[in-house]
């Protein structure tokens, strides 16, 4: 006996005869599938191998819309249950389990739904199949890998699963971030050859940064439930992960800010080792040369340290009147959960002499120093020696009257681990106590002014404790780091004004990184270009010390409507398709009298050649439509329902298009 749930999109079948559920979408189906409980004493408890199933039903609203919600619960002889929980919205649906006990258990590892068997499995279309996996972060250069379903990778927190050369698609991902690191599998089933995909609530892995086979922590509790999982087909997957977004965002909203999309300068990519109170106030002097055009929708400019600061903290209150007089906002950099080995015997400041770096540092369940990560150690971000730590530097920062914190590798925060807090099990509760605690610190309430906090890396989930995050791991100023920062732009332009106030699209060279070749003038501004689809930041990175640096930043930075277009904010989203780990090649951005595009040629030795037809960015072919260059001013007429672009190697361009004819 199957009960039937659902509305004119979605059907949710719950089989009461043998404990399974199917769910049949506008675009696909998930069949014979179950969910399943790994206890701590190694049993597996999987909802097809109870004998009782019951279901009940009820309306509610927990998510944006009405919901229809049906309650699926297995039992058999033992004094515990699966309750599965499925929410269905007009659009999508939710799925949860939880394993309730007539006496306390513990389970580092619930899947909500999973194949039954080799029944189980996915239906998109007829032809083959690629999953999207997703970082967990954006650290040691992660990137978006789209897989054919036989190479794929486990995906973390989101996945997209669609047909080749299809638009549409399922997006699955998790709606719940306070316990778990979820992720999600696909695979193709050695015996029945079909497609088969799974949601799993504990993944702890390499691409987690719990190293060396450290396991997720366990929860505890006569109720242990698993994170919600987002589930819907979409004639676009595009929409569907921006509709995804807003339901993360109903949970847990992005943290505010009021202000502008941030323009200025950040040390690091142009200085590394190399910065100094000098060279800030050179760099602030540039910057304030070229003020009239390069900058927020306020005038203003931030003017940044990155890490290194602490060499000279004598000089740190001079910066903030220094950039202040040039009508700056000062910018400083923190990383509240890392240290290295040299610093391990070392005093932590602000702890009143009670702690040694080691004594904060994260351990595993043999009281071993968890290992580094690229040499990075992590600290446990529930000790108290490491709240007073942020307690102590952001104090001093606020006292010296810095207006935006660098927060960099506050994922080490999220490994898993044995933590101070006892109550606290999983790398992600850790994550949520620190990162809450470093929110409150640089509060305005405490400040008495507002200050921009920029996550650097960081993982994309939990969201919330940043105005900014950064999109992607370092990128500075090559065309192959543009490239790889557009593959992130692809998959996660939907965080924008949604999880974040602001993507960040790291620091823009427009010459030099500190320890590479120059570039050329393509690149820069290609570069450039990849922070205006972006949405948020614009940093530039240069070394004004260098003549050219300098020649080329006045070129590349003030140019008033490329400038225009980046302060309104709002990411671009991909219009071309994205194979394997490439990016997009064409972005959009609706205006109110037309659209704006971003085109990108990502090779360094051939020209491309785009047609793009105007029905792809939602207008009609019948219309003419008149096509301006914001970078060499030249203007077209679109006449056969086609833009034509020609780019030369490593160039791109910003294309404004509205509606009408020479």
């Not at 692809?490 to 070749?517: A, E, S």
């Amino acid at each position: 006996m199957a009960y039937n749930i659902g509305n004119e999109k979605i059907r949710i079948l719950l089989n009461q005869e043998d404990g399974t559920f199917c769910a049949e979408l506008a675009g696909g189906r998930l069949l014979h599938m179950c969910t399943e409980v790994r206890l701590k004493d190694g049993r597996l408890v999987r909802s097809t191998d109870l004998w009782r199933h019951e279901v009940s039903e009820s309306e509610g609203e927990e998510l944006p819309g009405a919901c229809r919600k049906a309650v699926f619960i297995h039992t058999g002889d033992q004094d515990w249950k699966l309750v599965q929980e499925f929410c269905i919205y007009e659009d999508y649906f939710t799925a949860s389990t939880a394993f309730c006990s007539g006496s306390e258990a513990e389970t580092n590892y619930i899947a909500p739904f999973c194949p039954a068997g080799e029944e189980g499995e996915v239906i998109l279309g007829d032809g083959p199949l690629r999953f999207l996996s997703a970082p967990f972060d954006n650290d040691k250069w992660a990137k978006f890998v789209e897989y054919p379903i036989a190479y794929s990778r486990m995906s973390y927190e989101f996945t997209v699963l669609h047909e080749e050369g299809c638009e549409g698609g399922l997006v699955l991902g998790s709606v719940d971030h306070d316990h778990w690191k979820t992720g999600f599998t696909a695979a193709v089933n050695e015996n029945s050859g079909k497609t088969e995909i799974r949601a799993v609530c504990g993944a702890a892995t390499e691409d987690t940064r719990d190293l060396n086979g450290i396991r997720h922590g366990y929860l505890r509790g006569t109720e242990i439930k698993s994170a919600r999982i987002f589930a819907g087909s979409f004639d676009s997957w595009q929409e569907g992960l921006k509709l995804y977004g807003r339901c993360n965002a109903a949970i847990r909203p992005a943290l505010s800010w009021k202000g502008p999309v941030p323009f200025g300068w950040n040390s690091y990519a142009a200085l590394m080792p190399l910065i100094s109170y000098e060279k800030y106030k050179e760099a602030s002097d540039f910057m304030k040369s070229i003020q009239d055009t390069f900058h927020d929708a306020e005038g203003m400019q931030y003017i940044d340290y990155d890490a290194g600061w602490e060499r000279f903290t004598n000089r740190m209150k001079d910066t903030v009147e220094y950039a202040e007089a040039n009508n700056q906002k000062p910018g400083a950099y923190f990383s509240p959960f890392i240290v290295l080995e040299p610093w391990f015997e070392k005093e932590v400041p602000g702890t009143g002499g009670n702690y040694l770096y080691r004594d904060l540092m994260l351990r595993d369940e043999k009281g071993e120093i968890l290992p580094p990560v690229d040499g990075l150690y992590s600290l446990d971000a529930t000790h108290p020696g490491v709240l007073e730590y942020m307690e102590y530097v952001t104090g001093k920062l606020i006292q010296w009257g810095y207006k935006l914190v660098k927060t960099d590798f506050v994922g080490h925060g999220c490994r898993e681990g044995v933590f101070y807090n006892k109550d606290i099990t999983t790398g992600v509760e850790a994550y949520n106590y620190g990162m809450s605690h470093f929110v409150r610190c640089l509060s305005e309430e405490r400040a008495g002014y507002p200050i921009l906090i920029s996550l650097s890396i960081a993982p994309i989930m939990p969201h919330g404790y940043g105005h900014a995050r950064r999109i992607s791991c370092d990128s500075f100023g090559s065309l192959d780091q543009s490239a790889y920062l557009n593959n992130c732009i692809t998959y996660l332009w939907w965080m924008n004004d949604c999880l974040y106030r602001f993507n960040d699209p790291d620091h823009i060279v427009t010459y030099k990184t500190y320890d590479k070749h120059s570039t050329t003038l393509e690149e820069g501004i290609t570069r450039f270009n990849t922070g205006v689809i972006c949405g948020g930041l614009m940093l530039a990175s240069d070394d004004y010390g260098i003549p050219e640096a300098c020649r080329r930043s006045r070129l590349v930075l003030t140019n008033e409507e490329v400038n225009e277009a980046a302060a309104k904010g709002g990411a671009f989203r991909p219009v071309s398709g994205a194979r394997g780990e490439s990016a997009a090649d064409v972005f959009m951005r609706p205006e109110e009298d037309g659209i704006l595009l971003g085109v990108f040629n990502y090779s360094l030795s051939e020209e491309r050649h785009m047609d793009i037809p105007v029905e792809k960015l939602g207008l009609s072919a019948e219309e003419c439509y008149m096509v301006r260059d914001l970078w060499n001013k030249r203007e077209t007429e679109v006449r056969d329902g086609h833009i034509h672009v020609s780019l030369i190697p490593a160039q791109s361009a910003i294309l404004r298009v509205k509606k009408g004819k020479n």
